[in-house]
């Protein structure tokens, strides 16, 4: 039994999509928006009532590490869902256009915004005579900063080439350089955990990039195109494995931080805790969107009303982003 039914060939809906109005872009702004206001309002909402100090500029790093994030999911979604179509037969030819060259500019910054923070002793500078350039160097994070400073300038770079697919190794600089910053060498076994965040980190990036690349795609390809439900098909069943390897290392990651013995408790008296726990419940609801989508895309008369709650799910992942980048801003549980 196959997954994917063919779809209803109309003359009204075989040609492209007419392109968005000014509507679609005000809603997508408003979006961006409210999702700011997660790590700009989250800090005090998750430490209000533990007895926890925030660091200073908690809500500021929460937001560029949330840019960060998702300035890493655009290209690399893009790459991997253009290489799905690529092996699709009969495919249209024509592909939306990329925001890899804008996402590596957004992650530059974002990082660059990082990199400033560390270069003041994790302080929030104010004022550029604040910044210590040189003591980058001298520090195993202002090294890991200047890294991905780096590796989204090269990113843009190659995105803009004629090569773009190059952009896939600095790329996987900023994802190692992520991993190895969340996990000093003072952590109980750093390396376990850095493995495990490039494994959360790169199924991440491929599950909420892939997904608005290959939306973006379907409304380019447009609604009668059977290549577009095979497309959605083929995400959707990589998608699952992804689900299944971002939560087993989901899973592991947080048992490293919080002890099973003491995780139920941290997980509400701890602002890291209720952040997490923020996150599990947007992920689950994510889960349950990806769910629906995928039973409409196996059973409905038209696969392609799988998109509606796909365009849900993309939502819900910028969320999910959005708090990300808070939990690296929260301060760390205690181990009991």
Same mark, same amino acid.
């Not at 196959?2 to 109309?10: D, F, G, K, Q």
């Not at 577009?228 to 939560?247: E, H, P």
């Given at each position: 039994?196959?997954?994917?039914?063919?779809?209803?060939?109309?003359?009204?809906?075989?040609?492209?999509?007419? /392109?968005?109005?000014?509507?679609?872009?005000?809603?997508?702004?408003?979006?961006?928006?409210?999702?700011?206001? @997660?790590?700009?309002?989250?800090?005090?909402?998750?430490?209000?009532?533990?007895?926890?100090?925030?660091?200073?500029?908690?809500?500021?790093?929460?937001?560029?590490?949330?840019?960060?994030?998702?300035?890493?999911? @655009?290209?690399?979604?893009?790459?991997?869902?253009?290489?799905?179509?690529?092996?699709?037969?009969?495919?249209?030819?024509?592909?939306?256009?990329?925001?890899?060259?804008?996402?590596?500019?957004?992650?530059?910054?974002?990082?660059?915004?990082?990199?400033?923070?560390?270069?003041?002793?994790?302080?929030?500078?104010?004022?550029?005579?604040?910044?210590?350039?040189?003591?980058?160097?001298?520090?195993?994070?202002?090294?890991?900063?200047?890294?991905?400073?780096?590796?989204?300038?090269?990113?843009?770079?190659?995105?803009?080439?004629?090569? /773009?697919?190059?952009?896939?190794?600095?790329?996987?600089?900023?994802?190692?350089? #992520?991993?190895?910053?969340?996990?000093?060498?003072? #952590?109980?076994?750093?390396?376990?955990?850095?493995?495990?965040?490039?494994?959360?980190?790169?199924?991440?990036?491929?599950?909420?990039?892939?997904?608005?690349?290959?939306?973006?795609?379907?409304?380019?390809?447009?609604?009668?195109?059977?290549?577009?439900?095979?497309?959605?098909?083929?995400?959707?069943?990589?998608?699952?494995?992804?689900?299944?390897?971002?939560?087993?290392?989901?899973?592991?990651?947080?048992?490293?931080?919080?002890?099973?013995?003491?995780?139920?408790?941290?997980?509400?008296?701890?602002?890291?805790?209720?952040?997490?726990?923020?996150?599990?419940?947007?992920?689950?609801?994510?889960?349950?969107?990806?769910?629906?989508?995928?039973?409409?895309?196996?059973?409905?008369?038209?696969?392609?009303?799988?998109?509606? /709650?796909?365009?849900?799910?993309?939502?819900?992942?910028?969320?999910?982003?959005?708090?990300?980048?808070?939990?690296?801003?929260?301060?760390?549980?205690?181990?009991?």
């Amino acid at each position: 039994m196959t997954l994917i039914r063919p779809t209803p060939e109309t003359a009204d809906e075989s040609g492209p999509v007419r /392109p968005a109005g000014p509507g679609r872009a005000v809603a997508v702004l408003v979006l961006v928006a409210l999702g700011a206001l @997660v790590p700009l309002l989250g800090p005090s909402a998750a430490l209000h009532g533990t007895g926890e100090a925030a660091a200073p500029g908690t809500a500021g790093i929460a937001l560029l590490r949330a840019v960060l994030f998702a300035a890493l999911c @655009v290209p690399v979604g893009e790459l991997f869902v253009a290489r799905l179509a690529r092996r699709l037969p009969d495919a249209p030819g024509a592909r939306p256009r990329g925001w890899a060259v804008y996402a590596a500019a957004a992650g530059f910054v974002a990082a660059l915004g990082l990199a400033s923070v560390v270069a003041t002793g994790n302080l929030v500078p104010h004022s550029p005579a604040d910044i210590d350039v040189g003591g980058l160097y001298a520090s195993r994070d202002g090294k890991l900063a200047l890294l991905e400073v780096n590796a989204f300038l090269l990113a843009g770079l190659c995105a803009a080439s004629r090569r /773009p697919g190059t952009q896939l190794w600095p790329l996987a600089a900023v994802v190692a350089a #992520e991993a190895l910053r969340a996990h000093p060498p003072a #952590e109980h076994t750093p390396l376990l955990g850095s493995a495990l965040t490039v494994v959360h980190l790169t199924c991440a990036a491929l599950w909420a990039g892939g997904l608005l690349y290959a939306l973006r795609t379907l409304r380019r390809w447009g609604r009668g195109s059977a290549a577009g439900a095979a497309l959605l098909g083929r995400y959707a069943r990589v998608a699952v494995l992804l689900l299944a390897a971002i939560t087993a290392t989901g899973v592991c990651s947080s048992l490293r931080r919080m002890p099973a013995e003491t995780i139920l408790d941290q997980l509400t008296t701890t602002a890291y805790g209720r952040a997490l726990l923020a996150k599990v419940l947007l992920v689950a609801a994510v889960a349950l969107l990806a769910l629906w989508a995928r039973l409409r895309l196996g059973r409905a008369a038209d696969p392609l009303t799988a998109c509606s /709650p796909a365009r849900a799910e993309i939502v819900a992942l910028g969320v999910v982003i959005a708090v990300s980048g808070l939990l690296t801003a929260l301060p760390l549980p205690i181990r009991w």
